[in-house]
Protein backbone atom coordinates (compact mmCIF):
# COMPACT_ATOMS: atom_id res chain seq x y z
CA UNK A 1 0.00 0.00 0.00
CA UNK A 2 1.37 3.29 -0.74
CA UNK A 3 0.16 7.04 0.05
CA UNK A 4 1.85 9.49 -2.07
CA UNK A 5 2.16 13.03 -0.25
CA UNK A 6 2.57 16.20 -2.10
CA UNK A 7 2.90 19.96 -2.09
CA UNK A 8 4.79 20.85 0.71
CA UNK A 9 7.15 23.82 0.67
CA UNK A 10 8.41 27.30 2.04
CA UNK A 11 5.47 29.69 2.18
CA UNK A 12 5.54 32.93 4.57
CA UNK A 13 3.42 33.81 7.24
CA UNK A 14 -0.37 34.13 5.87
CA UNK A 15 -0.02 32.67 2.76
CA UNK A 16 -1.76 29.41 1.63
CA UNK A 17 -0.47 25.83 0.30
CA UNK A 18 -2.33 22.66 -0.90
CA UNK A 19 -1.28 19.31 0.30
CA UNK A 20 -2.62 16.55 -1.35
CA UNK A 21 -2.36 12.55 -0.96
CA UNK A 22 -3.01 10.17 -3.88
CA UNK A 23 -3.65 6.66 -3.45
CA UNK A 24 -4.39 3.42 -5.09
CA UNK A 25 -8.16 2.96 -5.35
CA UNK A 26 -8.14 -0.04 -3.49
CA UNK A 27 -6.93 2.30 -0.64
CA UNK A 28 -9.01 5.29 -1.09
CA UNK A 29 -11.98 3.41 -0.73
CA UNK A 30 -13.87 2.13 2.15
CA UNK A 31 -11.28 4.05 4.12
CA UNK A 32 -11.94 7.41 6.73
CA UNK A 33 -8.80 9.69 6.10
CA UNK A 34 -6.83 11.83 8.19
CA UNK A 35 -3.64 14.16 7.97
CA UNK A 36 -1.24 14.29 10.95
CA UNK A 37 1.86 16.65 11.71
CA UNK A 38 4.86 16.89 13.77
CA UNK A 39 7.02 19.69 14.41
CA UNK A 40 10.41 19.75 15.65
CA UNK A 41 10.82 18.17 18.92
CA UNK A 42 6.82 17.79 19.75
CA UNK A 43 4.65 14.85 19.38
CA UNK A 44 2.45 14.16 15.96
CA UNK A 45 -0.81 16.02 16.60
CA UNK A 46 -3.91 15.46 14.55
CA UNK A 47 -4.68 18.16 11.84
CA UNK A 48 -7.47 17.21 10.29
CA UNK A 49 -9.86 14.30 8.93
CA UNK A 50 -12.60 12.92 6.89
CA UNK A 51 -14.52 10.11 7.00
CA UNK A 52 -15.40 7.40 3.92
CA UNK A 53 -19.27 7.20 4.96
CA UNK A 54 -21.07 10.55 4.38
CA UNK A 55 -17.85 12.61 4.41
CA UNK A 56 -17.79 13.96 8.25
CA UNK A 57 -15.31 16.20 8.24
CA UNK A 58 -12.95 17.31 11.71
CA UNK A 59 -9.94 19.35 12.62
CA UNK A 60 -7.75 19.84 15.18
CA UNK A 61 -8.19 23.34 17.24
CA UNK A 62 -4.98 25.15 16.38
CA UNK A 63 -6.05 25.14 12.36
CA UNK A 64 -10.14 25.40 12.73
CA UNK A 65 -11.34 28.32 10.39
CA UNK A 66 -7.61 27.93 8.40
CA UNK A 67 -7.34 24.52 6.98
CA UNK A 68 -9.74 22.31 4.99
CA UNK A 69 -9.70 18.80 3.65
CA UNK A 70 -11.61 17.83 0.95
CA UNK A 71 -11.30 14.32 -1.04
CA UNK A 72 -11.83 13.60 -5.38
CA UNK A 73 -13.42 10.54 -5.10
CA UNK A 74 -12.69 10.15 -8.98
CA UNK A 75 -8.64 11.10 -8.15
CA UNK A 76 -8.17 9.13 -4.99
CA UNK A 77 -6.76 11.65 -3.56
CA UNK A 78 -7.30 13.30 -0.14
CA UNK A 79 -6.34 17.43 0.09
CA UNK A 80 -5.30 19.68 2.93
CA UNK A 81 -6.01 23.58 1.44
CA UNK A 82 -4.02 25.40 4.43
CA UNK A 83 -4.84 29.40 4.87
CA UNK A 84 -3.72 32.01 7.05
CA UNK A 85 -0.50 30.20 7.68
CA UNK A 86 1.46 30.60 10.61
CA UNK A 87 5.11 29.96 11.82
CA UNK A 88 3.74 27.48 14.10
CA UNK A 89 2.54 25.09 11.50
CA UNK A 90 6.03 24.51 10.29
CA UNK A 91 6.29 20.51 10.43
CA UNK A 92 6.17 17.50 8.17
CA UNK A 93 2.66 17.20 7.12
CA UNK A 94 1.83 12.99 7.01
CA UNK A 95 -1.51 11.61 5.41
CA UNK A 96 -2.77 8.41 6.82
CA UNK A 97 -5.77 5.96 5.98
CA UNK A 98 -7.56 3.75 8.47
CA UNK A 99 -10.67 1.14 7.77
CA UNK A 100 -13.76 2.23 7.88
CA UNK A 101 -15.86 -0.30 9.53
CA UNK A 102 -14.06 1.32 12.46
CA UNK A 103 -14.96 4.33 14.33
CA UNK A 104 -13.19 7.59 12.93
CA UNK A 105 -10.45 7.96 15.51
CA UNK A 106 -8.25 11.50 15.65
CA UNK A 107 -5.46 9.02 17.38
CA UNK A 108 -2.51 8.18 15.32
CA UNK A 109 -2.08 4.46 16.60
CA UNK A 110 -5.61 3.88 14.48
CA UNK A 111 -4.81 4.42 11.79
CA UNK A 112 -3.25 1.20 9.07
CA UNK A 113 -1.48 3.03 6.09
CA UNK A 114 0.73 6.21 5.91
CA UNK A 115 2.29 8.44 3.30
CA UNK A 116 5.77 9.47 3.71
CA UNK A 117 5.27 12.78 4.69
CA UNK A 118 5.63 15.96 2.94
CA UNK A 119 7.72 19.06 4.55
CA UNK A 120 5.73 22.59 5.62
CA UNK A 121 7.89 25.27 6.55
CA UNK A 122 6.16 28.50 7.55
CA UNK A 123 8.44 31.71 7.41
CA UNK A 124 7.84 34.65 9.80
Known amino acids: VQLQASGGGLVQAGGSLRLSCAASERTFTRHHWGWFRQAPGKEREFVAGITWTYGYIYYGDSVKGRFTVSRDNAKNTVFLQMNSLKPEDTAVYYC??????????????????WGQGTLVTVSS
Open 96 to 113: AAMNSPRQFSRSESKYDY
